[in-house]
């Protein structure tokens, strides 16, 4: 069966991606449509990709973090909104602020237990989502909420919201204290900026380190190089993968001669991350 394209779904996988329109196309056909696939069918090509997919696809509004006051737990909450004009209503921020609150007091399992919690006068979270649609005349949505306990108290946990609420992360730190605050900040900022996707390589998934090994192959022999080096090669590339991709060991952005680990270090010895959650409209 022919997947049919629009010259929109093209344009905007180029908008995702920065690759050609052509390239795109095919990419696109390959992949019956799924824009997920197409960038990988992309990467595999060995196309340098810009992947600023979530700034382009953003949908409205608003990113919440929050921490309790001894910084023990903190929670990380998106209310989608339809436009622009609701989610920078004073009064659509402040919803999303008594939701956030809400969680953080009682710290849920998941997203269906938040919603299940109770909001005021025998109304749950979900239904009062649910009248102020009604209210706005636009849908609502609560659609990621996550949260970080510190174990047995130890650490803090630090909040970072960037953007006017457009995007949001709460970031673990193994040592208490106010003398890491700043340090707890610094780390937010570079999570929001650089999207790690672990803390370190041991937290990378089994499942995405075998993409990784695939696509480095199928970078490897779309280059011509021999079978027989295309392992060694990928494995190559995963290492990269790491230090670009790995919290602990991406450059420090406000220093790039170090790493994050080695800023963090540079504190106190025993200075690291425990966990980090990131969450952006789109």
């Known amino acids: 069966m022919t997947t049919t394209l ?52 953003a949908k409205e509004g608003a990113v919440i973090a929050l921490t309790s006051a001894n910084r023990n737990n903190g929670i990380l909450i998106r209310l989608g909104c339809e436009t ?7 009064d659509f921020v402040n ?7 809400i969680a953080l007091k009682n710290m849920p399992s998941n997203l269906e237990a938040f919603l299940a919690l109770p909001f005021s006068d025998g109304v749950s979270v979900a239904e009062k989502i649910a009248e102020q649609t009604g209210v706005t ?12 306990e510190t ?30 605050i700043e340090a707890g900040k610094n780390i937010a900022m570079q999570i929001a900026a650089m999207r790690p996707v672990a803390v370190d390589k041991d937290g990378v998934s089994a499942e995405l380190i075998e993409k990784e090994i695939e696509i480095g192959k199928e970078q490897a022999r779309a280059e011509g190089k021999p079978e027989a080096m295309l392992e060694k090669i990928a494995m190559g590339k995963l290492t990269k993968f790491y230090q670009e991709s ?8 406000k220093d790039s001669k170090m790493t ?3 800023y963090l270090q540079s504190l106190h010895k025993d200075l690291t991350v425990t966990a980090f959650k990131h969450i952006e409209l789109g």
């Open 260 to 262: 994050v680990a080695q």
């Open 84 to 90: 622009d004009f609701v989610a920078k209503n004073e």
């Open 6 to 57: 629009s010259a929109a779904d093209v344009k905007k996988l180029r908008d995702m991606t920065g690759a050609g329109m052509m390239d795109c196309k095919k990419a696109l056909e390959e992949a019956g449509g799924d824009f997920d696939k197409a960038v990988e069918v992309l990467r595999k090509q060995g196309q340098k990709l810009s992947l600023k997919r979530a700034d382009r696809e």
């Open 151 to 180: 174990a047995g108290g130890e650490g803090q946990v630090l909040p970072y919201i960037h953007m006017g609420n457009r995007a949001g992360v709460i970031v673990a730190l193994n040592l208490e204290g106010p003398d890491y």
């Open 137 to 148: 005349g636009e849908k609502m949505e609560l659609s990621h909420y996550s949260k970080i």
């Open 246 to 253: 790995t919290l602990l060991n991406q450059a420090y952005v």
């Open 95 to 101: 919803f999303a602020k008594q939701l956030a609150e």
